[in-house]
């Protein structure tokens, strides 16, 4: 009896150790075979985020085409730089008023005027006495300057009837200034990230052997 019992036990203390060591040897991993199912969602995440570029690329090549419609469109403007450049303008108008040999006198003082968040206008009143053709020659001097000059309003009447030659000259003459934020908001770098047409996107396709 006590000899088979030490029997016993010898033989379930090496069972035990047996499948203690078979135990410790065992290995996992975590690893997963992707399955048609998972194959597939990938490919759907893989075309929405191919979506999504393509909508990407529609806005902001329109974003693009604005700015550069903005820019056409405002290309004669005065530009602000830290301030609006009331005093540049009108030193613009004396050397056009002498080269046309049309004495200005007293120029108003520049009158600011905000028109938009981006544009601003300067005003500035011209009252003179002069004869046909200096007022023409500085008329088209104005007509012609860039930076853009116009009449905003011009009133004008002989100064004797008798002596039509001679002309009373009331009016404002306006500069158009583009604010300095409008200037970034046009001259704002395209990113570095080549922009493709929507015509040249790469469609996105299965993979050779994946199931549809």
Not at 4 to 13: A, H, Q, T
Not at 129 to 136: H, L, P, R, Y
Not at 140 to 163: Q, V
Request: proline share 3%; hydrophobic share 40%.
């Amino acid at each position: 009896m006590g000899t088979r019992f030490y029997l016993y036990s010898l033989m379930l203390l090496c069972l035990g150790g047996y499948l203690l060591a078979e135990w410790k040897g065992i290995s996992f991993s975590s690893f997963n075979v992707a399955t048609d199912a998972k194959i597939r969602q990938a490919l759907a995440r893989v075309d929405s985020l191919q979506k999504d570029r393509v909508r990407y690329i529609q806005i902001h090549n329109q974003e693009l085409e604005k700015r550069q419609q903005l820019q056409g469109m405002t290309a004669g403007l005065w530009l602000e730089t830290t301030r609006i450049p009331t005093n540049i303008i009108q030193k613009e108008l004396d050397q056009m008023a002498r080269r046309s040999e049309l004495d200005l006198g007293k120029l108003g003082a520049p009158r600011e005027i905000e028109l938009s968040s981006n544009i601003r206008a300067v005003d500035i009143s011209v009252q003179c006495t002069t004869n046909i053709e200096a007022f023409a020659k500085f008329t088209h001097a104005i007509d012609g300057h860039t930076p853009i000059l116009f009449w905003e309003s011009c009133h004008i009447r002989p100064k004797d009837l008798k002596n039509p030659v001679e002309l009373t000259v009331k009016g404002k003459i306006r500069a158009l200034v583009l604010t300095k934020a409008a200037q970034e908001y046009l001259n704002e770098a395209v990113g570095a990230e080549a922009i493709l047409s929507v015509g040249e996107e790469a469609e996105v396709t299965n993979p050779e052997g994946v199931l549809p």
